[in-house]
């Protein structure tokens, strides 16, 4: 008969160092069941309570839940995944106030609030970024600490989701988080986000709309400090996305009318702006349909990648500045250029865009007089004085006497989206 002694030391897995003797196999074997039938059970309720939220979803309830918590409602019917406190709350006040109106100027279709704010796993890093705007706006060391107690609730929930969740419904919580660190100007962390959301579309394709919110926020992260993208694509994914814009709308570039005194790169670049002046246009259009305004939104933001990367890998200073002031041309177009927040702006890329196209243009010689007048004229559009008077200046050494023959150059560049009336106060300042 075992003695209560080896009872014990089998139960308890005592003084056992063989990991291939018996007792060892038998352990291994028990644990591994149990850690099987509880993933099991996670499973299922995972399945059940999905069933449930759909059905919750399709009855419409998704709006009036998150009025509620806009209301700072304490309904306790309400199945948000969000804790009711004052400081949730609070931060649920000011993103109605203030972030949801200004990120809602943008052209760019981009996800609401209620977004993430409904979905579990990103409920928490969306608040976050939330904290982080609000800290830019109004600094206080409480409201640093709660960015940071957000964030690392947002990362518990999304290392434990990873065992339990395929990386098909972690795109969103991953988003939320790149937000969040995004704001808190956390450089390494915004590029480990962004490289899991790179293996998550090429391994199963990420939603449209939720790309457009990604390259959107890798392309103004990138553009505030004229640094390199880090969300990369594939040629085929990209005409895949782009398909129904390129089908309804024809191509600019294929009715080159730029003329042949403008050669390669630059007649390139011009005809790209153009497309891309077209495009946000599709986009702004009430009556285009949802998949081409999502097409045509894509193909906006490719150019404006296209753009920075030209200028980035450019040695020509020439096409440096071009493409810098296209870039530029181009976020004013879609009103992604000094958003106005609370007490401040933000999206301020022309501080910088600015000072160094005054610089590129200090050192380009008179081989380009069209495109120097044309980079002039899209610096006047920031209000800044210097340009007003150097375009007036370029005007004259070009001998271009009337708004007519100003127009007749710039609309080489600008296609048929020039700004009529802005040209006759820079020609004529006293009209």
Not at 29 to 35: G, K, T
Not at 41 to 66: D, E
Not at 401 to 413: E, I, P, T, Y
Request: charged share 20%; with cysteine; aromatic share 8%.
């Amino acid at each position: 008969m075992a003695t209560a002694g080896k009872i014990h030391s089998w139960i308890h897995h005592d003084d056992q160092t063989d990991p291939s003797s018996l007792k060892s196999q038998v352990f291994r074997h028990v644990a591994a069941h149990r850690q099987w039938k509880r993933l099991q059970r996670t499973r299922n309720l995972r399945v059940s309570a999905l069933n449930l939220y759909h059905t919750f979803q399709n009855q419409g309830g998704q709006t009036a839940q998150i009025d509620a918590h806009f209301a700072g409602s304490y309904d306790p019917f309400d199945t948000l995944p969000i804790p009711h406190t004052a400081q949730i709350d609070e931060l649920l006040q000011f993103d109605q106030l203030h972030v949801s109106p200004a990120m809602g100027s943008s052209t760019i279709p981009l996800h609401p609030s209620a977004t993430y704010l409904q979905d579990e796993l990103a409920a928490y890093g969306y608040l976050a970024r939330i904290a982080a705007i609000k800290a830019r706006c109004d600094p206080k060391p409480e409201i640093f600490n709660l960015v940071l107690k957000l964030k690392t609730k947002a990362m518990q929930q999304l290392r434990l989701s990873l065992f339990q969740t395929g990386l098909t419904h972690l795109c969103r919580p991953v988003m939320s988080l790149l937000y969040a660190e995004t704001w808190c100007d956390n450089h390494a962390a915004v590029a480990v986000h962004l490289r899991l959301l790179e293996v998550i579309n090429n391994q199963y394709g990420a939603k449209s709309e939720d790309l457009i919110c990604i390259l959107h926020s890798d392309t103004q992260r990138a553009t505030l400090t004229l640094a390199s993208l880090l969300f990369t694509m594939d040629d085929s994914t990209w005409d895949m996305l782009e398909a129904d814009y390129a089908v309804f709308v024809p191509l600019p570039w294929l009715e080159d009318d730029t003329g042949d005194g403008i050669p390669w790169p630059w007649r390139r670049l011009i005809l790209d702006l153009r497309n891309a002046l077209v495009a946000i246009s599709v986009v702004r259009a009430a009556e285009t349909p949802w998949a081409v305004r999502h097409a045509a939104t894509v193909r906006f933001l490719h150019i404006m990648r296209l753009l920075l990367e030209q200028y980035n890998s450019s040695s020509n200073n020439v096409e440096k500045c071009a493409a810098l002031a296209a870039l530029y041309r181009l976020r004013l177009a879609a009103n992604m250029e000094r958003i106005p927040l609370f007490d401040t702006t933000v999206f301020n890329a022309g501080r910088l865009i600015l000072w160094r196209l005054k610089e590129l243009l200090a050192t380009m010689s008179n081989e380009s007089p069209g495109i120097r007048l044309w980079v002039l004229f899209v610096g006047t559009m920031s209000g800044d004085s210097w340009f007003e008077e150097e375009f007036r200046g370029q005007a004259e050494t070009l001998g271009l006497v009337n708004s007519d023959d100003v127009k007749a150059v710039l609309g080489v560049f600008e296609g048929g989206d020039l700004p009529g009336i802005r040209v006759d106060q820079l020609v004529n300042p006293s009209c």
